[in-house]
């Protein structure tokens, strides 16, 4: 069988594995967050944090949820770095510097998993799993509970509530997140991934590196986060041993994303409306997926860069999952790709990450879309627009606005500023378009709360670690409080009735229109860089 056939009964299975399992787990998400029972487990954390389930929050208290959890989480995760050196499992690995320990609490708390370190030689087993992995979990959650928040906005009548952050953040974490990465942990483990609490193995006198993988592998998938408990991430073959593996770990990358779109339809009472977003999605992912896999079969050093066991289709396919979410894993070095196939994979996070985006982030980004598309569409008839039965005026057109220029805006800024500085030059391993390109990708990374590196630039000083630090911390909040501020404006709202004038929003129409608005923010946005840096090289 040849490497292009293998690839395409690969994309077939993983497609295969998306339909069975997008009817009964985008309903089950739905029951999930619509439910009004709690199980035991629910009703004793609640009491022990002292949370009223019945009590709900609106926007503004929701979104101050969000950043008190957010904000104590950095702080524990950064004092257990710190005192790294006192905890078991530490290996002799002392605590981490300060500013890579900083970089590193916001870094997972955000859901980026950006990595300035070598696990190996720098994070203790105790940190890994108490540290990192929990973040793994409740920034997922997180990110679930802001676009559940949206939809009761869509769905809720003249009223002030959007539900109680606590009690969405618990159930994403103990009715979603936890079962599905238990059961799969099993099943990675079955596949050849590692699971140890030593240190290393000895291998013909040398000594190599173990830690308890594939528990932090099935949640790293599962909740887009990325961060690899080896530095060679799934490109070890200690996290990704086989195509098995890699088809699985892909699978666990696009699950949620994808069924969310299902919940959306069933929540709002229209899964039309779901399929739509899908289709937007899906378009958008195979589109990237066949430049990037085009780009490297075609290359000069096809190979470069890449593993062995997976070949191009396999690297392409991850690249392109990996970057159409906010996972940041790599079973490739994406430093090695093409031009046209690294600017592919780089273009995937300017579009914003919403094809099919993060866990919960996906949702509620390409949501903030439809608002901006249907607003255009307003521009262009003369007309107020509407969407799902609320009018966009301007409170809600200025939420969408805010949500969608800030990963822009500290972007650019990030790396214009990165650009100039002396300092870089030293940093980067390529000179050129390809040195604009490694810029461009790691702050796009960070911007985005993706995590994923072209590795092929030393982000280890101050100025890196402090500046991606902030670009992470603002690229995932602000937005975070724009998106639940336009969910209270739309919560506050009468539902207006369907007319003639009313542009419908289940068929192509708008489907098309809501794909060419991203693309043409993205274009409008990006060009001018993307054409200095793997457009350029491309040329080349």
């Known amino acids: 069988m040849s490497s292009t056939v293998a690839g395409l009964v690969q994309i077939g299975l993983l497609i295969l594995a998306l339909a069975v399992v997008y009817r009964p787990f985008g309903d089950y998400m739905g029951r999930v967050y619509t439910g009004t029972k709690h199980t035991r487990v629910e009703r004793a954390i609640y009491r022990v944090a002292r949370i009223d389930p019945e009590s709900e929050q609106r926007w503004s208290t929701y979104a101050l949820g969000v950043l008190g959890f957010s904000f104590v989480g950095v702080a524990l995760l950064y004092v257990l770095q710190r005192v790294q050196s006192l905890l078991p499992f530490a290996y002799d690995r002392g605590a981490v510097p300060p500013g890579m320990a900083f970089n590193t609490a916001i870094s997972f708390v955000t859901n980026t998993n950006w990595q300035s370190y070598v696990p190996e030689t720098v994070m203790g087993h105790t940190v890994q799993m108490a540290g990192l992995t929990v973040q793994n979990f409740v920034s997922a959650a997180v990110g679930m509970a802001v676009a559940v928040a949206l939809v009761r906005g869509f769905v809720r009548s003249?009223?002030?509530?959007?539900?109680?952050?606590?009690?969405?953040?618990?159930?994403?974490?103990?009715?979603?997140?936890?079962?599905?990465?238990?059961?799969?942990?099993?099943?990675?483990?079955?596949?050849?991934?590692?699971?140890?609490?030593?240190?290393?193995?000895?291998?013909?006198?040398?000594?190599?590196?173990?830690?308890?993988?594939?528990?932090?592998?099935?949640?790293?998938?599962?909740?887009?986060?990325?961060?690899?408990?080896?530095?060679?991430?799934?490109?070890?073959?200690?996290?990704?041993?086989?195509?098995?593996?890699?088809?699985?770990?892909?699978?666990?990358?696009?699950?949620?994303?994808?069924?969310?779109?299902?919940?959306?339809?069933?929540?709002?009472g229209n899964r039309r409306q779901g399929y739509v977003l899908l289709g937007v999605m899906g378009a958008l992912w195979s589109a990237m997926l066949a430049v990037i896999w085009a780009a490297e079969a075609s290359g000069l050093r096809p190979l470069e860069g890449k593993e062995i066991r997976f070949g191009i289709p396999g690297s392409a396919l991850f690249a392109n999952a990996t970057t159409g979410t906010s996972t940041g894993a790599v079973n490739a070095m994406h430093d090695s790709f093409t031009g046209l196939g690294g600017g592919g994979a780089l273009l995937n996070m300017l579009f914003g990450e919403m094809t099919p985006g993060g866990v919960g982030t996906g949702l509620y980004s390409i949501l903030v879309m439809a608002v901006i598309a249907m607003f255009l569409a307003g521009l262009l008839v003369g007309r107020t627009p509407e969407y799902l039965g609320k009018k966009l005026g301007r409170k809600e057109v200025t939420a969408a606005a805010v949500s969608i220029l800030a990963m822009p805006t500290v972007l650019l800024i990030g790396a214009?500023?990165?650009?100039?500085?002396?300092?870089?030059?030293?940093?980067?391993?390529?000179?050129?378009?390809?040195?604009?390109?490694?810029?461009?990708?790691?702050?796009?990374?960070?911007s985005?709360?993706?995590?994923?590196?072209?590795?092929?630039?030393?982000?280890?000083?101050?100025?890196?670690?402090?500046?991606?630090?902030?670009?992470?911390?603002?690229?995932?909040?602000?937005p975070i409080v724009a998106v639940l501020a336009l969910a209270g404006f739309l919560a506050e709202q009468k539902k207006v009735p369907v007319t003639a004038g009313t542009l419908p929003t289940t068929g192509p129409l708008f489907g098309s229109l809501l794909t060419g608005s991203i693309v043409l923010v993205a274009a409008l946005t990006f060009v001018p860089a993307l054409a200095l840096g793997p457009i350029a090289e491309a040329l080349q």
């Open 158 to 268: 003249k009223a002030d509530r959007l539900g109680n952050f606590w009690v969405d953040l618990v159930r994403g974490t103990t009715r979603v997140l936890l079962p599905i990465a238990f059961v799969f942990a099993i099943v990675l483990v079955a596949t050849g991934v590692v699971m140890s609490l030593k240190a290393g193995v000895s291998v013909d006198g040398q000594t190599v590196a173990t830690a308890p993988v594939a528990s932090q592998e099935a949640i790293k998938m599962l909740g887009t986060n990325g961060g690899g408990a080896l530095n060679a991430n799934s490109a070890h073959p200690f996290e990704n041993p086989n195509a098995w593996s890699n088809l699985i770990e892909v699978f666990l990358i696009l699950v949620i994303p994808v069924s969310l779109t299902r919940t959306f339809g069933t929540m709002v």
């Open 416 to 446: 214009g500023i990165a650009a100039v500085l002396p300092s870089t030059g030293a940093a980067l391993n390529n000179p050129g378009s390809h040195g604009l390109s490694e810029i461009l990708y790691a702050y796009a990374s960070a």
């Open 448 to 478: 985005n709360n993706n995590g994923s590196a072209f590795a092929g630039i030393t982000v280890t000083n101050d100025w890196f670690q402090a500046s991606l630090a902030v670009c992470m911390a603002l690229g995932r909040f602000v």
